[in-house]
């Protein structure tokens, strides 16, 4: 087995409000390995988002143990090991697309940052050379996104969060970005973890996919993939995707 | 979020294929251009001729209203004691202004991390804001004497309330994937003052400030009616108990374009600052 980059032991969570507690996690147990590819896919409210969060040290557990890249959450973020890509892009519209990829460099209090990349590079390679200085209103939806995507990457991270990135794109953008994603993994080598409620999605990038069931949010099951890469976009017409397309779904339907 | 693809990189019309449909784009363009300054020009022209007509025909006195004719003559002819009386109306508006505003924008910064003091202080700020500027003027003149003084403070406490209200705005509604981010990124909390808040909170203070500049003036003239011998205020009180109406009418017209020049500098201000902003309202 390959090293571990995160790991779930009995991790719950519990939101407490005016009407009650409620469980949005509730005894997770999960295991990713360094440079794969997870991709999560549940029903709304299956705590599919908080569960990315408790790995980025945006939400704190409420009982369990999560380790992060062998370490606590808290020490991975602190030390710029994670990316994380929201279903809004959140650029900042004052900013240009250069100037948006370059914010990871300029904050976090001073600290140098090991092993950068350059925001030219990144901008290249997700397809942006030449919109350096345009402002995120100037772009498509699908440029906004890679935008933040290239924002996620700048600090080289080990591990790339991604909640819902292409959820609010239309299918033609949606479909090139995954296949384009699929090539970043490739090259990067990092460790991502992909939100998602699109069972096509989840498929086509995962090498396993986790499902999760709703109130309270729970693993259902996980699915390898075997589906070989590089994958390519006609490979969800083969029987192999497509009856697995219909196992997530029934299982889904479940849930 | 909209779906727009701006051709941004095509400096032009942005028919970068078609030179005939480009060059009757733009000329379009101009003509809009044109249309939007003559036509303003036009209709002051229009009524500046219909109030002369009107006071030819009916016979109005001097003293009821004057031509737009004889304006223009005190205009010219009294241009100098205009001028003088316009400069401690300029200076107490704009260091009202100046004022008013830093005290407003420290204090939406302190709201804005002090929950409690925004509880504690804004019910303060709303009813200071009902008092009627006429009712404020001579409470300050009574506790700041007869300088330029109560004139300022007059002006700073009607420039103060709409930019408490729109900097405490600006500052709080940042998205909140922008405040994760910033904590994905471990930055500290200046950090997220300074490139996050800030420029957040900028568009909605130029708002703010371009209603202020023009109530500052009014805020200092309003204060010179009050005990108050030079100044537009002055002068406009000295012209009515004289029924000397061209001299009314001229003052008017110079602490209006005083104020039309103070909005049009922060204007000014506000397109090289937000460039960002106000190419997205295009």
Redesign the interface.
Known sequence: MAETAVSCERVSVRFTSERGTVTALDNIDLTIPRGSFLTLLGPSGCGKSTLLRVMADLVAPSSGRVSVLGGAPQAARESRQIGFVFQDPALLAWRTVLENVSLPLEVGGGKALPGARSPHELLSLVGLSGWEKAYPHELSGGMRQRVAIARALVSNPRLLLMDEPFGALDEITRDRLNEELLQLWETTGTTIVFVTHSIYEAAFLGQSVLLLAARPGRVREQVPVTLPMPRRLAQRETTEFVSLAGHLRRVLETC | ?A????A??VPVGGFAEDAEADARFLAHKRYLAWRRRLLPIGAILLFLLLWWQAVVQFEIKPFIAPSPVAVAKVLVERFDILMTNLLPTAIEAVCGFLLGNFAAIALATVFVYRKTSEEALFPIAVMVNTIPVVAKAPILVLLLGNGMEPKIAIAAIICFFPTLVNMTRGLRDV?P??L?????????PR?VFF??RV??A?PYLFSALKIAASTAVIGAIVGEWIGSNVGIGALIIQATYNFDSPLLYATIVVGSTFSALFFGVISLAERSM?R??T??KD
């Open positions: 979020m779906e727009q693809v701006t941004n990189q998205r994937e922008q994760e981010l910033m904590r994905i990124l471990s930055a500290t950090e490139r996050i420029p957040n900028l937000l960002w902003h190419a997205h």
